[in-house]
Every structure is written in structure tokens, then in C-alpha cells.
């Protein structure tokens, strides 16, 4: 931690804020610049953090100089790579995974028929949600527990692992139960308590950053999930909300990159929600991979037009079909597999 | 609804998309234009929502007409202004009522100590965190239940009502138990189990705007509370996530006046989050009274240097004497007390 | 400027970075702390602003202390005031000073009609825009050296001083020698070209918030101006753009007391453009008066719904009236005058 | 355009919200529905810009349904794509074409060195700033004149066509004199003086997004271009102002496959400015030319650690070299060449 004095700090001022630091087990270090005087703080910064040294007399500005992430750190993973194994595929490894499926767990028809399509155009999972978080009160909340016995159904039929989602602290158990990865939505990256629970399961979990959710933020919730000893998290970019009004969120791409950078964790995309649009999902699908991912989360219907949820951004079969064609291309370019 | 068609939409795509819409029970309603054609779509709108419009070959835009809350829009109190009693303070009437008290319970003197403070300056009701969201997980989280039985004791002394965040579904009751109001945090506006929790509790809630939810969503969150059989819910601007970094958070004043003129509930601001300066907390708490609050909630320590949590935006027991005192005079400006 | 060495950082790349900062004339200062080191750079950092830290091998973060600003800053004017004359009237003193007019300069009646109306009501300002900055190239762009003329025309009628926007850099001479005091609008924040010509002048500028400008990018715009010799400089905050979708802009009403703390320059409001809408136009100037602004602009039209732009926004003559008659009430709670 | 009316509308006013609109030639349509009454608009829309049709009484809300932008819809091109000359390249074919070179022309024996490397590996264009936009008043802004003769003197030895930015209306021409295609950049994309004077020239237009504009501005400020005579604009992403902080800008990557559907006009990528670090460079270029991109423009530099401005995202040689041996892999996998 770097502490920026203000103009015309006193002698006092400086020793008190000194003493404030020192106490907590730190040395400082104090600059006296031509205008500023500054006071570095050398120790374990993380005794810092909830000081409001900003409210202390003679403190212009605080600098924080380390990560506040470790586990999640590049730093932290010896080879700076996590591989995380969901049923028979790994995340992480050369292969790009892509899970495929409906919005919402309609029926076991529809799944079946679902995970029969992706599973044949070389998906590497089976996504579909039993319990949805919606905007809307009035708007269809998923068949639940029917849904996640029909997931499991369907996973023994194509050999695909299922991810799904779990949005109620109190439903993390059953749901690990049943799926092979357990998704926390975008909406719960800072549902701490789901966090907490999610992290004491041996199962893995997607990740996907929040709306608002800056790089460090998801780092932190990825943190709180570790910090239980959960250490199979996967990172999904999903576009954030900003001004743009043209697609339905804006598909940070190089989210990608840096998070390759900054982490040993596995990241891959979701296509279908950054754009929210059919026609986006295979150029984002492409720019993805070839930016890095480790892989997508792409949905597909066996009949958008009837879809009760994001009819308006899911694949049909054929779609899929062509996407994961085109996508093999773009994944050899990137050095990778499908 | 209405929807806008492409250029070249053909006759066998217009009967389609009109056999969709009429077979939800809508009447439709074609007018031919010399370059658009549009369909409007008279009846229950909410029938439409989940439907994949722009998935229909044909459409090329969907403009919803009708909002997408009830309960909580204006319309449906006939009065226009619901009002929102917590102990014996009432919300959305002539007086602005002021919550005041630390981020965190640390312990039971402090809380005291602030209680009698803030009581003593005119505060309304009480504020204190048991149970804390904290963006890293190895910060400081509150002190659960026994923070919530200080609360109580100091309600018991001061006389003030007292409100609280609950974070986990499975604590809605136990905090219920408690205390007078229960607050849902920025993070969790969104947390559909929590909302609908606490919409089966008969207790008022303080719903603060999601970090990056649109007033829409805002109202959709309250719905979902409404919707549930709670009525009594206050809403709270704290200041949004944009570019901006010199405040901790963009406080977006106009959302008080839109409110109020969209819902009848009551619509208060929290200036300490909003400006996460203890020198901006008055500036913000003048503007959102003059600009029509019904109310604030503050963060007051007796020693914001040594607060466990958001010290840099506290005010001191003089600091908060003196907003008090100032805000008097914008209350009455506004034709309204303290 | 202090630099933060990346983990492993070698003796060479240290001293390497040490030489680079030396030979612009700083003095370096190192802490070796327990995991990380840091490089103190002590002297005129503006110096330091063109290269390029991160580039350098070993530089894993570069955090500047001092202001990029220096004539905009705080701490430049003596009495931490500057006052703006315009015209009679003074910018920054106790009055808080309301320019009131049309979008745009639409005729010589109207103009006439408003000056005197708005002159009526204690406006201390006339503005109206002659060269108008639009986002499709079809729409009515002004009436130019016509809508001057009018403007200087009503000012002898009324005794308003006149405020109106310069868009061109080689319109910046010609507009001076018609009016008051020179608007820079919103787009224009950052036309450098134009910021230098007006700050060659020895006219007033009124200078608007770019729509995605931080506070700091507006301060070194007005710096711009400043470096130039003209130091009559007048802030404006106007909305910026977020994703915030039911206001036009989002009013980031706490820039107003952050530059009253940042700068000696008077800061003003517009909550017309804030807004967007006409019922929101009160709210935000009791807002901005009650957060200490200086002033404020306001659209005025005598019929807006016949107005060639921004109508939706614009006050009648009886709405202007009604706002004078309660602005008064909160400039006299911030202890101000209209 | 679609009008919803107000609850409780009155005849009388839907009748005066019909005459309005009529009387400026267009058809009007009611549909009265169970809870809303909707006055569709049938005709030339962009007669009805300018009327503040939210200022008459009876009118909830306004829906546009027609693109303001003309010439630059996609409609506009019977063969949906315009090919831009520049020099002897042509943007908007089979080619994906990356123009390379420095921020800034910092002098004729850089620019000479690094024309001849860029050109080495493939570059189609040479990029170099003469008149430099900058935050700071107080940094380089570039060599002018003197800079534009540097350029044509590469151009001589190399072959390249050389692409560089105009800020000023008044140096429109002189510039244009110089070089082969004429930059736009961020803060000047809704600088309209500066739009108008390019569309007068017979120079391709290189048009950066503005830091906060959205894609149907962008293909506003175009229209203006183009609706001088000046047909030959090339559009680019370069990355938008978000809350994001860990990269310079947010690079919207999804604006590429966007613009592609919605106008016949060439679309580059900026992935220099974008990411703002060298280290992004390579991920962000490839991810464009996987959704599509007709292009990139990429800062290099002999020496990054010593440029004057933009060294931290400026590319080496080699590191220029690496790029486009691996871009290669991605052009050709998206159907192009380099």
C-alpha cells in the first residue's frame, strides 16, 4: 500500500498515520518529494484493507500495490495452469469445450432430442436450467428438481456431462447431486452465501462474471469459492452492461485474454447471452476462441420460436451444426482442438 | 406489443407471425406503411414476454408498450403514495425520515454510544450490519446473530427502529425475528430466492438499487416482493457503476424524481455509498431532499478511523449533527420536516 | 509517480528503470518490501506523463500522485474562488445564476418573446444557440450569424448578457464579437483545436462535460483553455451517458461538490439535457442549487411543442416561472441568492 | 413511428396528436386496445425528428421504427458492400488489410525505419499521427506539417499508401493533399464541422467510434460524411468508455459482426487503443478478424520504451513480425487473406 500525503501535511500527521500502519504489524517507508510526501507501507497489505486511511487527517490518496485475489492468482497455480475435470473432459487442457443446450429444461423430450443434436455435432456438455432466476415475477422459473432428474437422464443416454445452474444456497446440495458442474449465473457473482456453499461442494463450478462485475471483482468471487477449498472454478465472460443499446450486453472480449493472463483458472464464453441475438453467436463464438478460450457455453433449441426463455439468441440444431464446423477451423488456427 | 416488420416480409410471414400472437389470445392489428409494415398486438402484453419474436422470420423490432410491473406502478394505488410503517416512523408521508447508524455491528458499546448520538440529532430509525457482503472473503463479515440481538437492545434504549440487511434466504426469518425492516443490499436486488423470502415476511423492506440495474429492474424487484404479499417496500438510489471514478459510485439523482412520479412507493437515497466520502455525504443528503427523497440512510461511527467497514464514508457524531441541522432547512424548503 | 516492480524483478531491470526516470531529472527512491518492490519517483512528474512505465521490462504498475492539472487545480488561485464576470453579472460569487433561452435561436419574435419572459422571472442569462451541433445531418443546425444578431438584439432589449455555443474553430472570432460568453458543447469537450481558440480569446467560456469525460478529463480540458491565457472559465455539469436508459443522460449531481472541492472555478448545472425531459427539470436544479452549483441553464421556449429541437425538454414561460418562484427558496437553504 | 398513448387519454387530444402529425404529410393509424390506445405513423419518420411528440399532452412514450441513417444503411448498396480505395489497396475485399506504424510521426529516420518493417511483414497501409489529440495540454502534439511531408516520403520508399488524422476543419485540405486516407478519430467523431469539411474532399474517411457513441451514431456521423459526396468512409472500432478498468477501453467486439448486417461499409478494428497494452494486441487483432473485421490498425514502433506517445500498446518489430505470421492462420480460417 502506497499512501499519497496531502499538500502540507504536519510532522504529527505523518507520525500518527505511521503509528496507524506500524501497528498493524507493518513497516512504512517514508518519500518526501519535492510537493508530495509519501509513506509506503511494506508487510501484509490484506491488514490494511478495511482501515479507512482516507478518513485519516493528512491522506490525499491510498495506492494498493498487491493483488487482492491469491488462490485465484497466476502466481498462486505452480505450472499457472488449473485444469478442471468435469466428468471425462478437462477445462484448461488443449481441447476447447463447448457446452451446448436449451435456456431452460422444458421436458424430457425436448432434452433428449437437445442432447442427442449437440452430442453428435461434437458438444462437450450439456447445459440447461432447472431453476432460472428471471427478471419478471410472472415469468416461467424452471421445472426444478423434475428438471435436474431429466438432465441426469439425458447425460446417461450421450455420455455428456450436464452443467446447470443453482441459484438458492439452500438447493446447492441437491443440485450437486444430481450435475456434474454447478453454474452460478450472472446475477449471483456476489451472492456471497451461495458463494460459501458452492465452495465447501467437490463439485465444479462455472463462474460467470456479474453485470457490473469488473476483472478483480470476479477474481474475488472466484476467491470466496477457493477460500472453502472448492478449487474447480471455471470463468465465463458474458458480456457487461454499458451504454451500448444495439446488442444485449457488451461481450468484453479481452476479458479473455487478460484474464489468461492474470489467472491460472480456465475461462471460456457465452456467445448467446453477450450478443442476445442468433445471428452474433458464431462470430463471437469464433472471435472467443480465437482469443484464447477454453471454451463456450452456447444455447441451442430444438425449436427457438417456441423456446420459454431466450428463444430470441438460441441455436437451432442446424445452427449448431454449422457453428461447431466453423468453430473447428478458428480452434486449429488457435493451436487448440474441439 | 408492437412489431415492426422487415422490408420484403412476405404474406405467408405475416399470417405466421399474427397466428402466433392471436393464438396467445391477442387480437392483431396490420397497418401497411409505405416502407414498414407494423403489427400491433392489442390484449395482455405479459403473454408475449417470453416469446421469441425476433426469432420469427419477418420481424424486425419488438417495442413493448405496457410496463412490465404492476403492482408497483403508480397506477395501481389509487391514492398514488403508499406509505410504509417501521415502528411508529412512517415512510412516504410530510416527514423525511433519516436511518443513521455504523456499517457494521462491532459490538454492543458502539452501538449504544451511536444510538443515543444519532437519536439525540433527530435520526429516525437505526442502521447497523449483522451480517455484511464483503467483496473479498477475508474481510470482516459482521457479527451475525449477536449483532442482531445489540440491535435490538439498542431499540429497546433508544427508541428507534431498527433496520438491517439479510443476505441469505435461509436468515430471512431469524433476521425478521429481530428487527423492523429489513434491508436487501445492491448485490442482491436480483437474488429472486431472497426477494421472494422476504415478500412472505411481514416486514417492511429497504430495497437498494442493484449496482448496475436499471429503474425497470428496480421496479421488476420490488414486484417480486409485492408479488408475494409484502406491500411494504421502500426503494433506495445508492448510486450506480458507470466510468466515473472519482466518486465510489455515480449517484444517479434523477432516479428519485422519476420514481416518484412512476411508483407510489416511497423512494429514499443513501449518500454514503453513493459518494463514499464522509465530505460528500452532505451535498448528496441536500440534493435528494430538495430533489423529493423521502428519506436517507447514513453511516455514522463514533470513530470512523477505527470502523471495521466503510470508515472512509462515516460521519462522526458531530459530522452527522451537523448534516441534521443543515438538512432542516432543505426539508423545509421541500415542504417537508425531519 | 511510483512504479511497482513486478514479482522477480532483477538488479538490472531495477537499476535499468531507475536510470530511465533519473535521466528526465527525477530522483528515485526504492523500498524493497516483502513481496513486492517499489520505485519512488520523486520530482516534476508531468515529465514522466509521455513514457511509456509499463513497456519497460520489470514495471508491473505505475500509480501518478500528482494532478495532470495545474491552473484548473484547487490549490492554484489564491482564495480558492475565481469569479467569472459575464456581462453585469458574476459567476461564483453569492448569486446563483440561472441562463435561460431556447435550444435553438429559432427567429427574432421568439427570441425577443423569451428574452423578455425569461428576463421577467430573474434570469441573470440569455441562452440560445445560432450554430447548432446535431446527430443526423438532416436535422436543422441553426440559423448562424443571423441567430447572433438576434441574440445581441434581445441583450440590448433586455439587459441580458448572452451565452450561446461555438462549434468551429473558425467561427470562434466571430461569435466572440457577437456575444458574452462562449458555450463549448458536450461533443466539443475535447476538440482541442477549438479549446485553444477560444482560450486565445478574451470572452468567458461556458465549458459543458463531455458525455464520457471523467472529472479529471473535464478539469484538463478546462486547462486547455486556461494554458492559453484566457482563465474565465465556467464548469458545467450536463449528464453523462451510462447505461441507465429512462433519463436521457444520467445527472451525476455529485460532480458538482467534487469540482467545488477540486478546483476554484465556478461549476454550474444543466438539468434540461440531464433530464431530457421536462418534468424533471425542477427536481434537478433544486438538486444542483442545494449541492452547491453556481448556477444553472435552462431550455425556455415560448411553445415547445412547436420548438425545432429539444422541445421535450424545454420549459414554458409559466413552467419557468413556477421554477424561479421555488429555486428561490432552496438558493436561499444553501445560503445563495438568485 | 409509434405513438403510445397516456392512460385516459382524451379525444380531444388524440385528435390534436393526429393533426400535428398530419400536417406534416403523414398517414396516422389508432388501434384502441384494452388498456392502451397506439397511433401508428405512416410515412417520411424523419419529418417527425424534430417535433417533441413527448411533450403533447396524451402521449406516454414514442417509438422510432425507421433507421435514421440512409446512406449508410445496408439497403443503400444494391451489392451490400462498398469497396474503399486507398491507394492501390482496397478495404471491403477479400483482403484483410492492416495498416501499422507509430502514434505519432516523431521523425523522418523512425518513420523511414518503420515504414520498411511494416511493409516487410505485410502491412497494407502506413499509419503515423502529425497533429496528435491529447488530454494534456501539456504533452507532444505532433509534428505537423513536417510530419505530413515524412509520411509522403515513406510513402515514396515504400509503397504503402499512408493513413493519418485530421483534427482541425481547417487543416481538412492540407492534409488531405498529403496522405491517401483521412482518420477521424474518437474525440472528432461527432465533431460535425470537422465531418462536413472530409465530405467535401474526394479522400477515403477513416472513421473511429467515439468513446461513448453507440453503433447507431457511428452510422450517424458516416451519414454526415456521406451526405456531403463523400461515399468512400471506412468505419472503426476502437474499444468504449466502460466501468471496465483493467484495460484502457472495453473493445466492443461484438460492434463488427453488428455493422457488417447493418451497412454496406468497411469495418477495421483498433486493438492498440482497444486493449491499451502491447501484450493484448495479438489476442484482440485476431478475435476482430475472426468476427469478421475488413481490417486492422495497429501501432508499432522502433522503440516503444522511447516513443513519445502510446509506447505501452505500441508493438516492436518483432513483436509487428509475430503478429502477422499469426494472423495469417486466422484470416484464412475466416475466408480471407492478408
Redesign the interface.
Known amino acids: 500500500m502506497?499512501i499519497?500525503a496531502s499538500?502540507g501535511i504536519t510532522t504529527d500527521q505523518l507520525d500518527r498515520i505511521r503509528e496507524?500502519v506500524e501497528a498493524l504489524g507493518l513497516r512504512t517507508?517514508v518519500?518526501i518529494?519535492?510537493?508530495?510526501t509519501?509513506i509506503?507501507c511494506?508487510?501484509?497489505e490484506?491488514r490494511l484493507?478495511?482501515?479507512?486511511?482516507?478518513?485519516?487527517p493528512g491522506v490525499d490518496?491510498v495506492?494498493p500495490?498487491?493483488r487482492?485475489?491469491k488462490l485465484a492468482a497466476r502466481?498462486f497455480a505452480a505450472d499457472r495452469t488449473t485444469r478442471v475435470s468435469v466428468g471425462d473432459r478437462l477445462f484448461g487442457g488443449r481441447a476447447c469445450l463447448v457446452a451446448a443446450g436449451p435456456c431452460s429444461v422444458e421436458g424430457a423430450a425436448m432434452m433428449a432430442e437437445t442432447g442427442r443434436a449437440v452430442a453428435g455435432e461434437g458438444a462437450a456438455l450439456l447445459r440447461g436450467g432447472a431453476f432460472k432466476?428471471?427478471?419478471?415475477?410472472?415469468?416461467?422459473?424452471g421445472l426444478k428438481e423434475d428438471g435436474l432428474r431429466i438432465l441426469t437422464e439425458v447425460r446417461e443416454e450421450t455420455g455428456l456431462p450436464v452443467v446447470t445452474e443453482v441459484?438458492?444456497?439452500?438447493h446447492a446440495e441437491l443440485v450437486a447431486g444430481y450435475v456434474d458442474m454447478l453454474q452460478i449465473g450472472t446475477?449471483?457473482m456476489?451472492?456471497?452465501?451461495l458463494l460459501r456453499e458452492v465452495g465447501q461442494l467437490q463439485r465444479p463450478v462455472l463462474l460467470k462474471r456479474g453485470?457490473?462485475a469488473?476483472?478483480?471483482?470476479l477474481l474475488?468471487a472466484a476467491?470466496?469459492v477457493m477460500?472453502?477449498g472448492n478449487m474447480q472454478v471455471v470463468l465465463c465472460e458474458r458480456g457487461?452492461?454499458?451504454?451500448?443499446?444495439?446488442?444485449r450486453n457488451?461481450?468484453?472480449?479481452?476479458?479473455?485474454?487478460?484474464l489468461k493472463?492474470e489467472t491460472h483458472l480456465p475461462v471460456i464464453a457465452d456467445p448467446s447471452h453477450?450478443?442476445g441475438?442468433?445471428?452474433?453467436v458464431a462470430?463471437?463464438s469464433?472471435?472467443?476462441?480465437?482469443?484464447?478460450a477454453d471454451g463456450l457455453i452456447v444455447e441451442v433449441h430444438p425449436d427457438?420460436?417456441s423456446?420459454?426463455?431466450?428463444?430470441?439468441q438460441?441455436l437451432t440444431f442446424d445452427g449448431f451444426a454449422a457453428l461447431m464446423r466453423d468453430l473447428g477451423?478458428?480452434a486449429?488456427?488457435?493451436g487448440r482442438t474441439l
Open positions: 502506497i499519497v499538500k496507524r517507508h518519500s518529494g519535492e510537493s508530495r509519501i509506503g511494506i508487510g501484509d490484506a484493507s478495511h482501515v479507512p486511511l482516507l478518513s485519516i490518496s495506492h500495490v498487491m487482492p485475489y502466481d432466476p428471471r427478471t419478471s415475477p410472472y415469468s416461467f422459473d441459484l438458492d444456497p439452500r446475477r449471483n456476489q451472492n456471497f452465501p453485470m457490473s469488473t476483472l478483480k471483482d474475488l476467491e470466496y477460500s472453502r457487461i452492461r454499458t451504454f451500448g443499446g444495439e446488442t457488451t461481450f468484453d472480449l479481452a476479458a479473455i485474454p487478460w493472463m453477450a450478443g441475438r442468433r445471428d452474433l462470430p463471437l469464433f472471435a472467443a476462441v480465437a482469443a484464447g427457438p420460436e423456446a420459454l426463455s431466450d428463444g430470441d438460441s477451423v478458428f486449429e488456427a488457435a
